[in-house]
């Protein structure tokens, strides 16, 4: 039986990353420039699902409950012609929780805790933030939420998520994973077992 498609979106910019500021589960709004890294994803992903031969009505579309994430998926909807609030919230979706570290910038997270960050940095996935989470508990969340999906979907989530994904899918090994860097504005698709980035 052929495993889901997963079209995946990183939600747009926010003030806070434009500021370098780890977000989490701080419910951060879209900037302008967020707003429009969304209508170029939509447009984007417009062009992969007819390239699929897909109906864009017959997938599944989710996203994180934040509104960072939310609004994304609402103008992605928006560039293929759905009604924007036609899809599903998933908690799993949630970013990793920065915990203590949430606001703050990588020399703040340094400065604060700088046995915890030394500690990072030499195992990034199996050490969580302090008050916070690690990858490797993410990685739990989204391969249950990937087993739970029916069919070919869409998703507007994070960064963090859309690293967690790429082990819990075997694609990459945590630390190639835990400093890939994920664009805002482009659409990640991951397919039997591969993912090819389009931007």
């Known amino acids: 039986m052929p495993t889901p498609t997963v079209y995946y979106i990183r939600h747009g910019e926010t003030a806070w990353n434009a500021a370098g500021r780890f977000q989490g589960s701080q419910d951060i709004p879209l900037n302008e420039t967020g707003r429009a890294q969304a209508a170029h994803a939509g447009g984007l992903l417009a062009e992969l699902i007819a390239r699929a031969g897909h109906a864009p009505d017959r997938l599944a579309f989710v996203a994180s409950p934040l509104q960072r994430a939310r609004l994304t998926m609402e103008l992605v ?3 293929l012609a759905l009604p924007p609030d036609g899809f599903g919230l998933d908690d799993r979706l949630r970013e990793i929780g920065w915990g203590h570290w ?3 910038t990588l ?3 340094r400065q604060s805790h700088p046995e915890v960050f030394a500690s990072r940095e030499i195992d990034k996935w ?3 933030p302090p008050g916070g989470e690690s990858y490797a508990a993410v990685t739990l969340r989204m391969r249950d939420w990937y087993a739970s999906l029916a069919g070919d979907t869409v998703a507007v989530a994070h960064g963090g998520t859309a690293r967690a994904l790429m082990v819990a899918l075997d694609i990459l090994a945590p630390p190639a994973a835990a400093d890939q860097v994920i664009a805002q504005g482009a659409v ?3 397919r ?3 993912l090819a980035k389009h931007s």
Request: proline share 6%.
């Open 192 to 194: 039997d077992g591969t």
């Open 77 to 79: 909807r928006g560039r």
């Open 126 to 128: 199996g050490v969580p």
């Open 188 to 190: 990640y698709v991951f």
């Open 107 to 109: 020399q703040q997270q």
């Open 102 to 104: 949430e606001g703050s």
